[in-house]
């Protein structure tokens, strides 16, 4: 097809540091007590680029009075942080989600170009929390799942330090 060109992508570093993606992790956890302590819902999300450097950084402020529903930290983390990178940096750079990103969020991370997903808590463990009530619908779907069924690849890692991803949700559901 004339004008069509294919783009190959860098990728991801393939091995990444630990000491790094738990630490990231961390501040995301960080993230979501301080949503929650202004009255969001207990969420952060972050994007360091390939040499570990946060580019954005996002708690959960969807629920807040007058709050837009669809602005969850991973996707105004993803969104911000291709404003700075483009599609060649957000290749190499990573998302890192308190909680496992939802299916919207996943979209968003993939849409934006991610190279990789880390996350604390599963939505399988989250739902222990939030139980299955309109109130506090979810989709009972694993990121994974949703990112595995996209034409280019993305890495997903986690759940990762689950129970301590899982203190900004103690008490908050219920």
Do not use: K
């Not at 940096?89 to 968003?108: H, N």
């Amino acid at each position: 097809m004339a004008g069509w060109t294919t783009r190959t992508a860098p990728t991801a570093r393939a091995d990444p540091d630990e000491r790094v993606d738990l630490n990231l992790l961390r501040r995301t956890f960080t993230l979501a007590e301080q949503a929650r302590s202004i009255g969001g819902a207990p969420y952060g999300a972050l994007v360091a680029d390939v040499d570990g450097n946060v580019v954005a950084e996002q708690g959960n402020t969807s629920s807040l009075s007058g709050g837009d529903p669809t602005q969850h930290a991973e996707l105004v983390a993803t969104s911000s942080a291709w404003r700075t990178l483009g599609y060649d940096g957000m290749a190499v750079a990573t998302l890192y989600a308190s909680t496992e990103p939802c299916t919207m969020c996943s979209g968003a991370a993939y849409w934006t170009g991610i190279g990789r997903v880390v996350y604390g808590l599963s939505v399988a463990r989250l739902l222990e929390f939030t139980g299955d009530t309109p109130d506090h619908a979810s989709f009972a779907l694993p990121s994974r799942e949703v990112l595995t069924h996209g034409a280019r690849p993305v890495t997903v890692v986690g759940p990762l330090l689950e129970d301590e991803a899982a203190q900004a949700h103690r008490g908050y559901w219920r």
